[in-house]
C-alpha cells in the first residue's frame, strides 16, 4: 500500500520519469511536449491533472455557443427598440397633410398662343387612404383655354375620386400663355381631400410653379425722331403686329405722353381721352397702325420720352390696358433751332390765346436768325387749316401773298426785301388776318373745333467750306375756338308752362303772377359749372312754381336771389336739339308810385360758365325783365304799363 507521499504527484511523476520500462515514453514526451504546451494547476492537490494541449478540442464549442448567445441577444435589444420606435415615431403611422405630394411639371419657356403641356402628379404616403381628392389649378392673368382659345383660363378643377394608401395619380393637362416677353406666369396647385373615416376636408397648397414666356404676343414698335426742334410738329408712327397662331381680343395701345407735349391729332383718333385706342379683336399676323402728331416745348438738350404700351382690356367694357403684351420707350431731344419762331395772336402767344367765333384775328410770326452765320434767301410759309377756319377771310400782311390751293401765306425776298439775306442775330417779323367760320353751318355746330397755324422758315446758309447748306426751323400752333353761348330772360303771362292770374295790365295794390323763362343755346364747346343768378325787387313775391321740377331752381329769401344751378351744357344744345330752359314764377302787386311804368320782375341777371374745350370763363349779364310781354305772342298792346 503507498504511503501517502507516494500518492503525491510529485512522486508519481518522478517514478514515471525514471522507471525503466517508461524510458522511450520519457524520451517521447521530451521529443513532442514543450514548456508552453504543458498546463499546471495552481494547487499541488491529488486532483490536478496535467493536459496535453491537444485535449483542448472538446471545450472551445462552449465559448462559441456564449459567444452566439450575447449577439442574439443584443440584436434582439436593438430589434424590440427599433420596433418601439417605429411604433412610437412612425411618420407615416398617422394621417397627415405632409404625407401627400403634389409635383407639377411645367416647361421652362412657352411660345405665346401655343399650347402648353402641363403635368400634375398627386402622392399619398399616408397609411390611410384618401376617400376624397380634387385638385385645383390657378392660373395668372392672361391664361387662355387649350380648348376654346378665346376663352379665359383662371381656374381648372380635376376629380381623383379617391386614391388609396400609398397610390398616385397622374393628371395632364394644357393651357395658353400670353403676356409680355420674359413675363413669369404663376401655376397654382391645391388639393381638396378627406381621409377615409373621417369626415372633414382639407387643402394642400403645393409649392408656385412659374413658366417664362419665351416672346411677345404682340410685336409692338414705334418710329419717332430721335432730334427735334421745341415747338417743331412731331410725328409717331405706332405699329402692333400679332405674334400668335390665335385671334387676340380686347387689344389695347396706350401712349404716355411727356411733360411738355400738346397733342394736336392722330389717325386714327383716340378711343378714350387723347392716348388711349381700343383695337378689338387682332386675327393671327394682324397688325393695327396709328400715327400720332404734337408739339414738344421745352428747353435746348431736353429729353422727352414717349412710353407706348399694347395689351388687353379685362372685358368688352374696359377702357385701358389690363394685361400687358409689350411696351417700347422712345426718346427724343430737344435741340434749338436755327431761326427762332414765335407766334402771336392778337398780340399774345398763341397756345393761350382762345379765339372767338367770328372775330378777326391778327397774327404775327417773329423771327430770330440763332446761328453764327448768315441765311441766304429765307423763305416763311404760315399753313392755316380747320373745320373752324373760314379761308375766304385769310389776307397776307405786307410783301406777303396767300395761296388758297393749300391755305398757305408765303414771304421771301420778292415781297420783303429783308429775307434776301438774314445777318448772325437779326430779327424780324410778318403779319396776317383771318377770322373763324360762324359757330354753326346749316343745322350743324362746330364740336371742339380748331384752327392750326404750321409756320415755317427756311433758308440756306454757307458753311466753312463754302458750301450752302439747307436749313429749315418749323414751329405748330394749335389755337382753340371758344363756344359762344346764348342766354336769354324774358317774361310771359299767357304763353309758358303756368297758368297766371290777375289783371293785365297789371293794377295797383292787386296781384298779378308772371312766368320768367330762362333759355341757354351752346354751339360748340362743353359748358361746365353754368350758373344763373337774379334778384327780385322788393315789391315782388317768390311764388314758388319750378317747371320742370327736375332742374336746381331755387329762391333763397336771406338774399331774396333766383338761383339756377344747370352744370354742363353739351355742346350743340339749342341745335338740332331743344335748349336748356327753366320757367318759374313770381307775384307783381304794383304802388301807386308805379303808376303808367313797367316794373322790373327780376334783376342784375348774370350766367357764369367755363368753357371746357378753350379754358374761357364765361359771365354774361343780361338786363332787367319787366313786364313787357313782347315774346308773348298772346299779348296784345298796353299790356305793359300799371293802371290805377
Not at 450575447?70 to 436593438?78: E, H, N, P, Y
Not at 392673368?141 to 380635376?158: C, F, Y
Not at 335748349?579 to 304802388?591: C, G
Amino acid at each position: 500500500m503507498d504511503t501517502e507521499y507516494e500518492r503525491s504527484r510529485i512522486e508519481r511523476l518522478k517514478r514515471g520519469l525514471y522507471d525503466p520500462e517508461g524510458r522511450n515514453a520519457k524520451n517521447e514526451h521530451r521529443a513532442t511536449l514543450s514548456p508552453s504546451d504543458i498546463e499546471i494547476a495552481n494547487n499541488w492537490g491529488d486532483t490536478t491533472v496535467v493536459k496535453d494541449h491537444d485535449e483542448e478540442g472538446p471545450g472551445a464549442p462552449r465559448v462559441g455557443v456564449l459567444k452566439a448567445l450575447v449577439i442574439f441577444a443584443v440584436l434582439t435589444v436593438l430589434g424590440s427598440g427599433g420596433y418601439l420606435l417605429y411604433e412610437y415615431f412612425d411618420p407615416f403611422a398617422n394621417p397627415s397633410e405632409k404625407n401627400i405630394e403634389i409635383a407639377i411639371d411645367v416647361p421652362v419657356g412657352v411660345t405665346p398662343g401655343i399650347p402648353a403641356e402641363l403635368t400634375i402628379r398627386v402622392t399619398n404616403k399616408n397609411r390611410v387612404a384618401l376617400g376624397y381628392a380634387d385638385l385645383t389649378l390657378s392660373y395668372s392673368e392672361g391664361t387662355r383655354s387649350a380648348d376654346n382659345p378665346d376663352q379665359d383660363l383662371r381656374d381648372e378643377k380635376k376629380s381623383f375620386g379617391a386614391i388609396a394608401s400609398g397610390g398616385a395619380v397622374l393628371y395632364r393637362t394644357k393651357a395658353i400663355f400670353l403676356g409680355e416677353e420674359n413675363a413669369e406666369k404663376e401655376i397654382r396647385a391645391s388639393l381638396d381631400y378627406r381621409f377615409e373615416g373621417i369626415n372633414s376636408i382639407f387643402t394642400k397648397p403645393s409649392e408656385i410653379r412659374s413658366v417664362r414666356l419665351l416672346a411677345a404676343p404682340i410685336n409692338l414698335t414705334v418710329d419717332i425722331l430721335k432730334e427735334i426742334n421745341a415747338g417743331q410738329l412731331l410725328e409717331l408712327s405706332i405699329s402692333a403686329l400679332s405674334n400668335t397662331v390665335i385671334p387676340l381680343r380686347d387689344v389695347f395701345v396706350k401712349v404716355e405722353y411727356p411733360l411738355g407735349f400738346t397733342f394736336t391729332n392722330a389717325e386714327p383718333k383716340p378711343d378714350f381721352g387723347t392716348n388711349i385706342w381700343r383695337v378689338g379683336a387682332l386675327p393671327p399676323s394682324g397688325k393695327f397702325a396709328l400715327k400720332v402728331r404734337g408739339i414738344l416745348s421745352g428747353a435746348e438738350g431736353e429729353e422727352k420720352v414717349f412710353h407706348t404700351s399694347v395689351g388687353v382690356g379685362n372685358d368688352k367694357t374696359a377702357r385701358d390696358i389690363d394685361t400687358l403684351y409689350g411696351n417700347a420707350l422712345s426718346a427724343v431731344s430737344l435741340t434749338r433751332s436755327f431761326i427762332g419762331i414765335d407766334l402771336l395772336l392778337n398780340g399774345k402767344p398763341a397756345k393761350d390765346v382762345p379765339v372767338p367765333f367770328g372775330a378777326r384775328v391778327e397774327g404775327v410770326v417773329n423771327w430770330q436768325n440763332n446761328l453764327d452765320a448768315k441765311i441766304e434767301q429765307a423763305e416763311i410759309e404760315v399753313k392755316l387749316s380747320g373745320a373752324a377756319l373760314s379761308r375766304s377771310s385769310i389776307v397776307a400782311g405786307s410783301g406777303g401773298f396767300y395761296r388758297s390751293s393749300d391755305n398757305t401765306i408765303i414771304w421771301d425776298s420778292r415781297g420783303d426785301n429783308n429775307l434776301a439775306l438774314l445777318e448772325a442775330g437779326a430779327r424780324g417779323g410778318v403779319s396776317f388776318f383771318f377770322q373763324p367760320l360762324p359757330p354753326v353751318s346749316g343745322n350743324q355746330a362746330l364740336v371742339n373745333p380748331i384752327i392750326t397755324a404750321e409756320v415755317t422758315i427756311r433758308g440756306r446758309r454757307i458753311s466753312e467750306t463754302g458750301v450752302p447748306e439747307e436749313i429749315k426751323s418749323v414751329k405748330v400752333e394749335s389755337v382753340r375756338v371758344s363756344s359762344e353761348v346764348q342766354f336769354a330772360s324774358r317774361a310771359v303771362y299767357y304763353a309758358g308752362p303756368f297758368t297766371n292770374s290777375g289783371p293785365i295790365p297789371p293794377k295797383v295794390e292787386q296781384e298779378t303772377t308772371y312766368t320768367v323763362i330762362w333759355s341757354i343755346v351752346n354751339t360748340s364747346n362743353r359748358i361746365s359749372d353754368a350758373e344763373v343768378r337774379a334778384v327780385l325787387p322788393i315789391y315782388i313775391k317768390w311764388y314758388g312754381s319750378v317747371s320742370p321740377g327736375s332742374e336746381n331752381l331755387s329762391y333763397n329769401p336771406s338774399t331774396n336771389e333766383v338761383i339756377w344751378l344747370p352744370g354742363d351744357i353739351p355742346a350743340g344744345t339749342g341745335i338740332g336739339k331743344p335748349p336748356r330752359e327753366v320757367a318759374f314764377q313770381v307775384v307783381l302787386t304794383p304802388s301807386l308810385s308805379q303808376v303808367k311804368t313797367a316794373p322790373d320782375l327780376i334783376t342784375g341777371t348774370v350766367l357764369t360758365g367755363t368753357d371746357a374745350f378753350s379754358g374761357v370763363s364765361l359771365l354774361q349779364g343780361k338786363p332787367n325783365v319787366s313786364t313787357v310781354l313782347s315774346t308773348d305772342p298772346k299779348a296784345g298792346q298796353d299790356t305793359d304799363l300799371v293802371v290805377p
